[in-house]
């Protein structure tokens, strides 16, 4: 099946700094890619939609500026999150669609952020 | 607007045991709908989808769910467990009909005990 990498696995940072997670689609092209957040305990927050070659866009109350999302490649998206806070402490999973607009959709193994 | 209930955070079966797992949705259109599973630190592995074709969709690892229109309800079955079924389990609906843009339930955790 298809594969989705994200890098880095864990992350731990210090309060105010900036980090930046890795979403690959390895063995196909992807125009457009999910980043979701999960709580602990809680299910999956939808936070943007990453299209390849244009803008992210963004869930209501989601902070575009606190979370950078950048779609440079058709087999790569980052998120960025800027001047991280304790409460920006959560998993990121990202998703990337294979097949165009009704394509399937296939997940990342998730990336924990602690902030510290 | 699109949303999911799963009833029961934590479930909990003998292995053998029948697994059931609830969900109802609700949808404004025609809703595709998932079933999902989450091992620890891990990301969600397609289970099954309904879209809009059989009622009854078989899925991997022996799973089916049933959609049912007049219950919105898609719940997940499986008639023996299995240590290995144990895990997060997310049930979906999508917000642009296709697979893409989902709306995730909380999430029920299913333990398998001997």
């Known amino acids: 099946g298809a594969v989705v990498s994200q890098h880095p696995s864990r992350v731990i940072c210090k309060s105010g700094t900036s980090v930046k997670i890795e979403c690959r689609s390895l063995?196909?092209?992807?125009?457009?890619m999910f980043w979701y957040r999960q709580f602990p305990k809680k299910s999956l927050m939808l936070m943007a939609t990453s299209n390849e070659g244009s803008k992210a866009t963004y869930e209501q109350g989601v902070e575009k500026d606190k979370f950078l999302i950048n779609h440079a490649s058709l087999t790569l998206s980052t998120l960025t999150v800027t001047s991280a806070h304790p409460e920006d402490s959560s998993f990121y999973i990202c998703?990337?669609?294979?097949?165009?607009?009704?394509?399937?959709?296939?997940f990342g193994e998730g990336s924990r952020l602690t902030v510290l | 607007a699109q949303s999911v209930t799963q009833l029961g955070s934590h479930v909990s079966v003998s292995e053998g045991a029948l697994v059931l797992l609830r969900c109802n949705y609700s949808?404004?259109?025609?809703?595709?709908l998932f079933w999902y599973v989450q091992y620890p630190n891990q990301g969600l592995q397609l289970l099954l989808k309904y879209t809009s074709a059989a009622t009854l969709v078989k899925g991997i690892n022996g799973f089916e769910a049933e959609f049912k229109k007049s219950e919105t309800s898609f719940h997940l079955t499986k008639p023996s467990a299995h240590m290995s079924d144990a895990a997060e389990y997310f049930c979906a609906v999508s917000l642009s009909g296709g697979y893409n843009k989902l709306i995730f339930g909380a999430g029920t955790r299913l333990a398998v005990h001997p």
């Open positions: 998703s990337a669609v294979r097949g165009g607009a009704t394509g399937e959709l296939f």
């Open positions: 063995d196909f092209q992807a125009t457009t």
């Open positions: 949808s404004s259109v025609p809703p595709y």
